[in-house]
């Protein structure tokens, strides 16, 4: 394998604490050197000059939908992994509720050969936490992690049943498996939209923000009696971000993620009806957002992902009560880190570390970061460059966005896998 040097180029220091200008040295697939352009250019076979743009590890989205096999009219593996590697994503994790659910080596066989085929980016499957994501009884996870599953989670099905979270927990702890549960309470969350005054006014079913802390504050104490290494995904409410800090506080074994979109929206968008706002979790108040963006500043949330949800026409197009929840996020996803990072003053490095070195800690990954020794995953990024977001220019197959007409920064101009060049065309 011939080594590549990304010279004068502004990357992210393998600490996550700031940006370095430096030069970056590929071998063999990993990073073998950073720092000064004369330590690392000699004897390589390719320098590319990044003329001073921003080099950050492969974003690591860990929590997407990606729809195959079983949902092909919303989504392909191809369709998705292509959307993902244009927004510099370089790892996904895809959801479980496909059909047939991921609960088989077959199923995660298949994912595993469409991801082979498709543009180039690490797919890795979520297996089923339960047979069928029924919540009866217990997956085959020691099975499905042999075959490649990252973690187990039960997709959007919420789990009612304590004893058998307690014996997933407890069987996760004996083989040392990672979890992933969306906290929400079965009969709390049979609404669409956040419980308040824009719900009220609106006269949509509520979900009040009890629906994830009623169960949230429910598993965290099933966390501490069994020691399972549970991510709570999707966080939404300030509420929540307590509940988790505090837990983290009492050395509890969680870390935690929120969507990319609750960071930027609030019950407000949902106030003209219009179902690419209809998401679950739903969209909640804007101190919810503020404190979610809080746990994003300090850490308390280790990760940002896509909660990617690409949907078919039709499914969107109906009254938005009875449309599909989700957003369709990949397209959006790096453009929303910049601009999370421009709107709210929390440090682009940090930004940053939670959309890469956050989820690989939290799932023992070997990527998500600039240091040698690690897996040559990288995107370089024009950050000045301005471009408009517009659904008919999306790459993924689903094209459910509210970001119709928004403009952000962040131009993409080169993604490795490896330290193999993946084939990016500039939009």
């Known amino acids: 394998m011939t080594s590549t040097t990304i010279k004068n180029c502004n990357y992210l220091s393998p600490d996550s604490s700031g940006f370095v200008n430096g030069t970056i040295r590929i071998d063999n697939g990993l990073i073998s050197g950073t720092g000064d352009a004369s330590e690392q250019t000699a004897g390589s076979d390719e320098t590319i000059d990044a003329n001073g743009?921003?080099?950050?590890?492969?974003?690591i989205d860990c929590y997407a939908r990606l729809r195959e096999p079983g949902y092909e009219k919303s989504a392909t593996i191809a369709s998705e992994a292509n959307a993902a590697a244009h927004s510099g994503i370089t790892t996904i994790f895809c959801a479980?509720?496909?059909?047939?659910?991921?609960?088989?080596?077959?199923?995660?066989?298949?994912?595993?050969r469409k991801a082979?085929?498709?543009?180039?980016?690490?797919?890795?499957?979520?297996?089923?936490?339960?047979?069928?994501?029924?919540?009866?009884?217990?997956g085959e996870m020691v099975t499905l992690a042999?075959?490649?599953?990252?973690?187990?989670?039960?997709?959007?099905f919420p789990m009612h049943n304590t004893q058998v979270i307690r014996r997933v927990m407890e069987y996760s702890a004996g083989f040392g498996l990672k979890l992933i549960i969306a906290p929400q309470d079965r009969w709390l969350s049979d609404g669409v939209a956040h419980e308040g005054s824009v719900s009220t006014r609106l006269g949509l079913r509520a979900i009040p923000a009890a629906a994830e802390t009623v169960a949230l504050a429910q598993l965290i104490e099933l966390c501490y009696q069994t020691n399972a290494s549970v991510h709570f995904s999707r966080l939404s409410s300030q509420r929540g971000v307590q509940l988790v800090s505090q837990a983290k506080r009492d050395n509890i074994n969680i870390t935690a993620d929120t969507g990319i979109d609750h960071l930027f929206l609030t019950e407000m968008d949902t106030s003209d009806f219009n179902s690419n706002c209809h998401t679950s979790p739903p969209f909640r108040s804007q101190r919810d957002l503020d404190a979610l963006r809080e746990g994003i500043e300090s850490g308390m949330i280790d990760a940002i992902c896509s909660n990617h949800a690409p949907h078919d026409t039709d499914s969107k197009q109906t009254p938005f009560a009875e449309s599909a929840p989700g957003i369709?996020?990949?397209?959006?996803?790096?453009?929303?880190?910049?601009?999370?990072?421009s709107d709210s003053g929390i440090p682009l490095s940090s930004v940053i570390e939670r959309a890469t070195s956050g989820p690989?800690?939290?799932?023992?990954?070997?990527?998500?970061?600039?240091?040698?020794?690690?897996?040559?995953?990288?995107?370089?990024?024009?950050?000045?460059?301005?471009?408009?977001?517009?659904?008919?220019?999306m790459l993924s197959d689903g094209k459910n966005s509210p970001y119709e007409g928004w403009l952000f920064n962040g131009e993409l101009h080169g993604v490795y896998v490896?330290?193999?060049?993946?084939?990016?065309?500039?939009?």
């Open 146 to 156: 042999e075959a490649g599953c990252v973690a187990f989670c039960n997709g959007d």
């Open 360 to 393: 690989a800690r939290c799932f023992g990954l070997k990527q998500g970061a600039i240091a040698t020794g690690a897996p040559a995953d990288l995107s370089i990024v024009d950050t000045d460059a301005e471009w408009e977001f517009q659904t008919a220019s």
């Open 328 to 341: 369709s996020s990949l397209d959006s996803y790096l453009g929303l880190l910049l601009k999370l990072a």
């Open 418 to 427: 490896d330290g193999n060049p993946l084939p990016i065309q500039r939009q």
């Open 53 to 59: 743009k921003l080099v950050i590890p492969g974003l």
């Open 96 to 112: 479980p509720d496909t059909d047939p659910v991921t609960d088989e080596t077959a199923t995660v066989e298949l994912i595993k």
């Open 116 to 138: 082979d085929a498709a543009i180039g980016i690490k797919v890795l499957p979520i297996g089923a936490l339960t047979a069928g994501l029924q919540g009866e009884h217990l």
